[in-house]
């Protein structure tokens, strides 16, 4: 008689439970800073993510910087989100549906921050998180994002510009 293998767990069954247990909330705080504070947003993005990993878990396993295979999924993750179809053809009603306002910024952000990066396209908003909430340097950043370290930079300069008008932050002076 064969053994019933429909309940047992296979390694990778295993191994990515332990990922999930372990990684699920940097995953969901991370999510919650690039959708600028939109919990729903930010739940749907790290159910995406994790769903791709699992789908490559093996690509994730032989990885030299697992770390930014799943940040760069999730960036990846985020921009396909916004490019989906029904992003282009909602219509503006007069009336709003009720709906509890979310006004709660990323744990414990500044609300006026959260704000202002919820003003932010979505690759600038990852530059930034990246950069200074994760302090990777440019080239991390860089391979999270798939693009060059002058575009980060570029993107991240913009990005504080934005946010500085947006704050209403004096900018800096050159000597």
């Avoid at 306002?101 to 930034?128: C, F, N, Q, S």
């Avoid at 002058?150 to 946010?163: E, F, I, M």
Wanted: with cysteine; glycine share 4%.
């Amino acid at each position: 008689m064969r053994p019933d293998r429909s309940s047992a767990r296979s390694e990778h069954d295993e191994q990515f439970h332990a990922f999930v247990a372990e990684r699920r909330g940097h995953l969901l705080h991370t999510a919650r800073l690039l959708t600028a504070g939109d919990q729903h947003l930010a739940e749907d993005l790290v159910q995406t993510v994790l769903t791709k990993l699992f789908l490559s878990w093996s690509n994730y396993r032989r990885a030299d910087n697992p770390a930014g295979y799943v940040r760069r999924v999730m960036v990846n993750a985020l921009i396909n989100e916004r490019r989906r179809a029904w992003w282009r053809f909602e219509r503006p009603s007069e009336r709003l549906p009720e709906r509890i306002a979310d006004t709660t910024a990323p744990d414990g952000i500044d609300p006026e921050l959260a704000r202002a990066l919820r003003e932010l396209p979505p690759r600038m908003r990852a530059a930034v998180v990246f950069r200074f909430f994760h302090e990777l340097d440019v080239a991390e950043t860089a391979a999270a994002l798939g693009c060059s370290v002058g575009t980060v930079k570029s993107q991240t300069a913009r990005a504080l510009d934005k946010l500085r008008d947006a704050l209403s932050v004096p900018q800096p002076t050159s000597h």
